[in-house]
């Protein structure tokens, strides 16, 4: 038994593109202890919602993080509009189920990469990101930005997309559902990747569920879980799997993500054949809010919880987001407990830890 | 000192830290150096050390827990060196201003070169700031005349 150090991982870290700080205790090259210190990109966010108004904050609300950006101001809006007792118009249902399934497979090309970098598999980090700017490219196209889009608010949704953009959307699916195949034969079938990563850091279905994993990271310790299947927006026009895996381990998480884009190219094909022809997007906001509500919706990284309380006046009383990345940081730090330091960024990036929406 | 310098326009190394972004920024830096937009063709390649960086681009604001880190890696990294801020975010504090945790851009703590507006920045607008910067890293220190 060797003697205790103490190695400090981030702030800032070549494999992490946000920061996180860990402390690790080892014991030769064991890690003994994982204790996280957190508040690097806390910005207190929530509390905005006193300055800004229910409209405004839309926007506030997409910037919680760039990488589900659509999702958290759809999140919000979903909440909003239950309490304003707004209904949707269908095709704005649908338009935000298309965006959202997008976001997905660009959320989880992302990390993909940023998993080949972090076991040194440069070019199939360059890979990775190449086709995810094809999808960057059909928001561009559908909405008028990469990453941030601005296009969801309350009551609908700000941009069509006409027959002419949807066709274009399946046909670039189409092509990055070929190319996709490809690369997962590597990620699956490649002997060094599946040496760095199947064994590691198991996660056991007991564990996941106790600690309260959500999304890819339970489904991959053979939770069935899926927050989609709860029924909010166009999901339950459309027909999709909920993919899981028994191992538990960084590889089962790998595969669970693959499929998963998989899945979200299927979902986005049927709304496009499905998607209704009428041309009401958004209905207006009339009144303000009075009341509260959970909206909960299932991001590329697990389920996020949106809590908003308004008092019928501009400004909202409270706004709270849960988010997946915060629900999965136990069951991270569990399986940091025993394993290699070498494995460690591995581990780390396996959750998708997205920083800024668990500090916010 | 004058074809020093030629070399590290030709070979900047960046280092990429992330204040308290909200990550659109970040994702869009990482975009830059993979094969779309290629930040690597004018010889830039990311390097998670601070010793080893001419080129610093941080994006988001700063606040009470990373101030000291902002300032540590900006003391790190060796002469010549310049500052990229990317977003509205470190260069004001953007959307999050009013955030009780935020206090403002970049700038409040260390001299920036170059800011990069946008919300998020895009990678041409990132890519002209990163060569705007380079400029001024090579005007910086080529020997004054006089001297
Ligand atoms: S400028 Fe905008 S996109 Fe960039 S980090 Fe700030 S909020 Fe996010």
Not at chain 1, 224 to 248: C, M
Not at chain 1, 301 to 319: C, S
Not at chain 2, 54 to 80: A, C, F, H, R, W
């Amino acid at each position: 038994m060797g003697k205790r150090t103490i190695v400090p991982f981030g702030p800032q870290h070549p494999v992490l593109p946000e920061p996180i700080h860990l402390d690790l205790a080892l014991e030769d090259e064991t890690v003994i202890e994982a204790i996280p210190s957190i508040g690097f990109v806390h910005r207190g966010l929530e509390k905005l919602v006193e300055k800004k108004d229910f409209q405004e904050y839309t926007y506030v609300a997409e910037r919680i993080c760039g990488i589900c950006s659509f999702m958290h101001g759809m999140g919000y809006c979903m909440a909003v509009e239950n309490i304003m007792s707004l209904t949707v118009p269908d095709r704005a249902e649908f338009l935000r189920t298309i965006w959202a399934e997008l976001s997905r497979i660009h959320s989880h090309l992302l990390w993909l990469g940023l998993l080949a970098d972090s076991i040194g598999f440069e070019s199939l980090f360059m890979h990775c990101w190449r086709m995810r700017e094809q999808i960057l490219d059909l928001f561009d196209m559908t909405t008028g930005g990469r990453v941030i889009f601005s296009v969801c608010k309350i009551g609908g949704v700000r941009k069509d997309i006409d027959e002419e953009k949807l066709k274009r959307i399946v046909d670039v699916l189409n092509n990055i559902e070929d190319e996709l195949r490809s690369l997962t034969s590597v990620f699956l079938e490649e002997q060094s990747i599946k040496g760095r990563l199947s064994g590691v850091g198991v996660l056991s279905q007991a564990d996941a569920f106790g600690l309260g994993a959500v999304g890819p990271m339970a489904r991959a310790s053979g939770i069935v879980t899926d927050t989609r299947t709860l029924g909010y927006s166009a999901y339950p026009h459309v027909k999709f799997n909920i993919i899981t895996a028994q191992e538990g381990d960084c590889f089962a998480r790998t595969k669970v993500r693959i499929e998963e884009i998989f899945e979200a190219i299927s979902i986005i094909r049927q709304c496009a054949a499905l998607i209704p022809s009428d041309t009401l997007i958004a209905e207006p906001v009339k009144g303000l809010p009075k009341g509260e509500y959970f909206a909960r919706l299932e991001q590329p990284r697990g389920e996020v919880i949106y809590y908003v309380k308004a008092n019928g006046t501009k400004f909202l009383d409270r706004m709270r987001v849960r988010t997946p990345t915060f629900a999965n940081l136990p069951a991270l730090l569990q399986t940091l407990k025993g394993s290699e330091l070498a494995d460690v960024p591995v581990l780390v990036l396996t959750i998708d830890p997205c920083i800024s929406c668990t500090e916010r | 000192m004058v074809f020093k310098m030629k070399f590290i326009k030709k070979s900047p190394w960046i280092l990429h830290y992330d204040g308290s972004s909200c990550n659109g920024c970040d994702i869009e830096v990482l975009a830059c150096l993979t094969p779309l937009y290629d930040i690597e063709r004018f010889g830039a390649i990311n390097t998670g050390n601070p010793k080893h960086a001419d080129l610093l681009l941080i994006t988001g604001s700063v606040n009470e827990q990373n101030i000291s880190v902002v300032k540590q890696l900006y003391e790190q990294m060796p002469n010549p060196k310049a500052v990229v801020a990317i977003g509205v975010c470190a260069a004001t504090g953007g959307i999050f201003k009013d955030c009780y945790n935020v206090q403002g851009g970049v700038g409040e703590v260390i001299p920036v070169d170059i800011y990069v507006p946008g919300c998020a920045a895009r990678p041409e607008a990132i890519i002209e700031g990163v060569v705007l910067a380079l400029n001024k890293l090579e005007r910086r220190k080529s020997p004054r005349k006089d001297a």
